[in-house]
């Protein structure tokens, strides 16, 4: 059975500070990793890997993959208020009838205080 | 585009009841979902569809029925109602070449 598994599920910061989160996962045949944002409603896409070590970057955050160990960490430097959010990290499964299939991770709710 | 929309947005339900949800999305993407999402267990997949007039199920799919009659509809059924079902679902639909899904606006469901 696939497997995320994100850390910390929770995480109180102030404004300007760097926050890293992280996922770890477990999947039979992995194609990617996605993360996503969610505030309120509907998740918002952020970023997919699935090279490992190559950094991607948009603005303030920036994400990395590690296939050999299994993760992928999620950084968000001078964070902001609007950066507050719940961030889920999802795997998807390239496997037969897995095909697919995205598994998701409980979710690290970040709060940034001003 | 609207992308990918739900209705209704919040349902309040007796136990027993039936209804139904319903997924539209305007990117003619083959793939569609349903998610459920409860406190501290993330999203978990209900049941998918590869394309139309073709269903399949994910992790949960105990007390939901699916149908894909047309491309761009996904529909999700609840034919007795449980208070296990108090949830946010979510749809969610993508192209078969491209990993991101987009995701629905969500219906947020009580039964009581």
């Known amino acids: 059975e696939d497997k995320v598994v994100q850390s910390p599920l929770s995480l109180v910061v102030h404004e300007g500070d760097t926050v890293t989160l992280n996922c770890s996962y477990e999947v039979t045949n992995f194609r990617s990793l996605l993360w996503y944002k969610q505030e309120k409603k509907a998740p918002t896409f952020l970023f997919m890997l699935t090279s490992s070590g190559i950094e991607k970057k948009s603005g303030r955050l920036s994400s990395i993959l590690d296939k050999k160990e299994l993760f992928s960490i999620l950084n968000i430097t001078a964070t902001q208020t609007g950066d507050s959010a719940v961030y889920l990290c999802a795997v998807m499964n390239a496997g037969g009838t897995s095909y697919g299939k995205l598994t998701f991770g409980q979710g690290t709710i970040l709060t940034v205080h001003p | 585009n609207a992308g990918v929309t739900q209705t209704p947005k919040f349902r309040v339900l007796k136990t027993g009841q039936s209804m139904t949800l319903l997924c539209a999305q305007d990117m003619n993407h083959e793939y569609m979902y349903w998610y459920r999402q409860d406190p501290g267990m993330g999203l978990r997949l209900i049941h998918y569809?590869?394309?139309?007039?073709?269903?399949a199920k994910g992790e949960v799919p105990d007390g939901y029925n699916v149908s894909r009659l047309k491309k761009q509809n996904f529909l999700l059924g609840l034919e007795s109602a449980a208070p296990s079902q108090t949830s946010v679902y979510f749809c969610a639909s993508r192209d078969p070449g491209i990993d991101t899904q987009y995701f629905g606006p969500g219906t947020r469901l009580t039964v009581l």
């Open positions: 569809s590869v394309g139309e007039g073709t269903t």
